[in-house]
């Protein structure tokens, strides 16, 4: 039987709008699995953020901080931390405009200042409570993603000023801060080699702008109904949004299972 593999986002893909797992989401996963699909997860969050995903699924193998970090069945096989020193001087930088900032390695994150009302809305929308303050947490850890809080076009002063790093809205307060070139793709193509599969048995899920370069690149990338039209362009499918259940509705069409 030829090996087939499945890459999943969380928010607004495994989880609903509520930030729910749907019991038939549950009961899909479990079913490509007991059928020999080789189910992983692909996201912008940690590690320490979705264990109660994994364990609810049975899934051991993840792509974490948007390709960062990848754990395949159980055992790190890639990392690729932020780079030291010029993100010393993003963070002064941030500091100097005003804006905080979240720094997050595979076991936690700290903020750099506290009672920050953009860190405390855009990490509950996530269901998270504000982060411990550390602001030389970056200095004693190697870090695989950073959080910098601003909005609209703020960030292009650092995307012009910082280009060692790529940055990816997520909410209107907060945006990605990742190693420039990193993203879940590069993440999933590191999988991808360990797991022995070939492209062409890859399938992907999402509908973040985090989610463009994997859905693009693996053999067969959905979009969920509820994506940004950005994903939604590069995708192979677009299916129904995921309070209509649509990454089931997915599953069923392309007949994995």
Not at 51 to 56: C, F
Request: charged share 25%; hydrophobic share 35%; glycine share 8%.
């Amino acid at each position: 039987m030829t090996k087939k593999i499945a890459f999943f986002d969380i928010d607004g893909t495994l989880l609903n709008h509520d930030k729910e797992l749907p019991v038939e989401t549950i009961q899909a996963i479990k079913d490509l699995q007991n059928s020999g699909v080789y189910c992983a997860i692909a996201t912008g969050r940690a590690p320490f953020m979705y264990e109660h995903i994994r364990e609810t699924l049975g899934i051991d193998s993840y792509v974490s901080f948007n390709g960062q970090y990848v754990v395949f069945e159980g055992e790190t096989i890639y990392k690729n931390p932020l780079p030291h020193s010029h993100l010393e001087e993003l963070y002064h930088d941030a500091k100097s405009q005003g804006h905080p900032m979240v720094f997050m390695n595979h076991e936690g994150m700290r903020a750099s200042q506290p009672n920050k009302p953009e860190i405390e809305t855009s990490l509950g929308s996530l269901h998270f409570q504000y982060p411990p303050v550390d602001e030389e947490f970056y200095k004693k850890n190697e870090l695989y993603q950073s959080l910098v809080f601003c909005e609209g076009n703020e960030i292009d002063h650092y995307r012009d000023c910082h280009q060692q790093f790529d940055y990816i809205r997520w909410h209107q307060y907060s945006c990605d801060v990742l190693p420039s070139g990193g993203s879940k793709a590069q993440g999933i193509n590191q999988m991808i080699q360990a797991a022995g599969v070939k492209l062409e048995d890859t399938y992907a899920f999402g509908d973040g702008l985090n989610d463009i370069e994997m859905i693009r690149d693996v053999g067969t990338g959905v979009a969920m109904g509820n994506a940004v039209d950005a994903t939604k362009q590069v995708s192979d499918y677009v299916t129904t949004d995921v309070a209509e259940g649509g990454l089931v509705k997915a599953i069923y069409k392309l007949k994995l299972l």
